[in-house]
């Protein structure tokens, strides 16, 4: 299974954004995926993850609200979008793929990575 990231960029506070992830392999119909993203020097924190239905979604508190993630079964691309972005959203965004999103938080759970795409929200 292979990700690709994409749709990071600069904006303004306030803003929206578009993420995307493509994913490749024959496996996609039994993956469920993930987003999370690292600042310059903290650690990888999970966003949100999509269930391989799409049926299930999962958000971490700080993004509640102001994100939704999604998948078109079509093109084989799961999104995630944001609204009212801050400055504290400010990382590179990684998306990846878990058999089993049970602990869907976690990163130890996903076992395919993209290559991550850079957010960047200006005051």
């Known amino acids: 299974v292979q990700l690709q990231a994409s749709g990071g960029g600069l904006v303004q506070a306030g803003d929206s954004l578009r993420l995307s992830c493509t994913v490749s392999?024959?496996?996609?119909?039994?993956?469920?995926v993930g987003w999370f993203r690292q600042a310059p020097g903290k650690e990888r924190k999970f966003v949100a993850a999509?269930?391989?239905?799409?049926?299930?979604?999962y958000y971490a508190d700080s993004m509640k609200g102001r994100s939704t993630i999604s998948r078109d079964n079509a093109s084989n691309t799961y999104y995630l979008q944001m609204n009212s972005l801050k400055p504290e959203d400010t990382a590179v965004y990684y998306c990846?793929?878990?058999?089993?999103?049970?602990?869907?938080?976690?990163?130890?759970?996903?076992?395919?990575w993209g290559q991550g795409t850079q957010v960047t929200v200006s005051s």
């Open positions: 990846a793929a878990a058999r089993n999103l049970l602990y869907y938080s976690a990163s130890v759970t996903y076992d395919y």
């Open positions: 392999g024959r496996t996609f119909g039994t993956y469920g």
């Open positions: 999509i269930s391989w239905s799409g049926g299930s979604t």
